[in-house]
């Protein structure tokens, strides 16, 4: 499973941006797709996942403000992320957990990261 993500950048405190992460491979099925983002010296956390039945679930940090989606027939999550602070600057994934078989279990897949940088 190959993970593409774009939409990272810098902008303003108060501005807005929008990821997206597109998964391609011989993919069977996918579940849950989501965002997580580490910055610098910190763990890597939770920020929005969304199940393939359209569930959400987000981090109390950035609950009101970031909104994740997803395009199951293009095998894409997106993350609209306004009223950005200076808080929010890190190195967000994108990961997806996805059956390549039917008969095979869910692995967890992650891309390669996209720079939000967020100045004050």
């Known amino acids: 499973v190959q993970l593409q993500a774009s939409g990272g950048g810098l902008v303003q405190a108060g501005g807005s941006l929008r990821l997206s992460c597109a998964a391609s491979?011989?993919?069977?099925?996918?579940?849950?797709m989501g965002w997580y983002r580490q910055a610098p010296g910190k763990q890597r956390e939770l920020v929005a996942t969304?199940?393939?039945?359209?569930?959400?679930n987000y981090a109390d940090s950035v609950k009101g403000r970031f909104t994740i989606s997803r395009d199951n027939a293009k095998n894409t999550v997106y993350l609209q992320m306004n009223s950005l602070k200076p808080e929010d600057t890190a190195v967000y994934y994108c990961?997806?957990?996805?059956?390549?078989?039917?008969?095979?279990?869910?692995?967890?897949?992650w891309g390669k990261g996209t720079q939000v940088t967020v100045s004050s």
């Open positions: 990961n997806v957990r996805a059956r390549l078989n039917i008969n095979w279990a869910q692995s967890d897949y």
């Open positions: 491979g011989r993919i069977f099925s996918i579940n849950v």
């Open positions: 969304i199940t393939s039945g359209g569930a959400t």
